[in-house]
């Protein structure tokens, strides 16, 4: 029993460890002072809508690639699916956006179910628990519910369905369907912000911002998703 144990120590190190140097190549080739400047952006807004042009099928492989580690290692969802929008527009980059982060969060449930199981259960269990009756009721559909509903930290979100022991098959196609409300809507508003930032070569102010349909129409079904979910979180998870 205890060299298993100690497999999956080493093993969860060794993803510490990946995680870090992720971490450290990202942040020592840009400073956060520096991708957050109009500048910045824009120069790089040129760069990735060349390579889409030149390339699409490098481009959508190389995104997807990211996406999968990036999701892998990290499990934060939006910033990827923001930047599909932004890079591929709203339908290529909701394609791209959903298969990349379904592949990705199932790989890191598959990764977190056999070395993270123990603590998963010890962190979370009291907490979720009185949803297993729902999850063994009708496993896909309310991982679907589970996945549209939201509400919890999309990286949190990824490990807590190890709890019911959902079966993989389910995972993947429950996040791929699920997730689509959520990803249309920001690839919609990175798509809406490309376009902005093409047509604007100082920052725009908030008032243009907010009265461009390309932002403003996707804040507002940011909005009725929020409100949708909050009546089904009320529903079924009462």
Wanted: glycine fraction near 6%.
């Amino acid at each position: 029993m205890q060299k298993p144990k100690n497999i999956k120590i080493i093993i969860g190190l060794f993803y510490l460890i990946l995680l870090f140097i992720f971490l450290y190549f990202f942040f020592s080739k840009f400073t956060l002072e520096e991708i957050t400047t109009y500048k910045f952006i824009q120069t790089n807004r040129e760069y990735l809508i060349n390579l889409k042009e030149s390339n699409i099928i490098l481009a959508s492989f190389i995104f997807i690639t990211i996406t999968i580690i990036w999701i892998f290692l990290l499990g934060i969802g939006s910033p990827v699916v923001l930047s599909a929008g932004f890079i591929f527009g709203k339908w290529l980059g909701l394609l791209l956006a959903i298969s990349s982060l379904s592949i990705g969060a199932t790989l890191l449930y598959i990764f977190g179910n056999y070395f993270f199981k123990d603590i998963i259960k010890e962190k979370f269990w009291n907490k979720f628990k009185n949803l297993e009756a729902k999850f063994k009721k009708n496993e896909f559909i309310f991982f679907l519910i589970y996945r549209f509903v939201g509400g919890i930290p999309f990286q949190i979100a990824n490990l807590l369905p190890i709890l019911f022991k959902v079966r993989i098959k389910n995972y993947f196609f429950g996040t791929f369907i699920g997730i689509i409300p959520q990803a249309f809507i920001i690839t919609s508003l990175g798509s809406g912000i490309e376009k902005i930032i093409k047509n604007n070569a100082s920052v725009p102010s908030v008032f243009e911002l907010l009265t461009s349909s390309e932002i403003y129409l996707p804040i507002l079904g940011f909005i009725f998703l929020i409100i949708l979910t909050f009546i089904i979180k009320k529903t079924i998870y009462k």
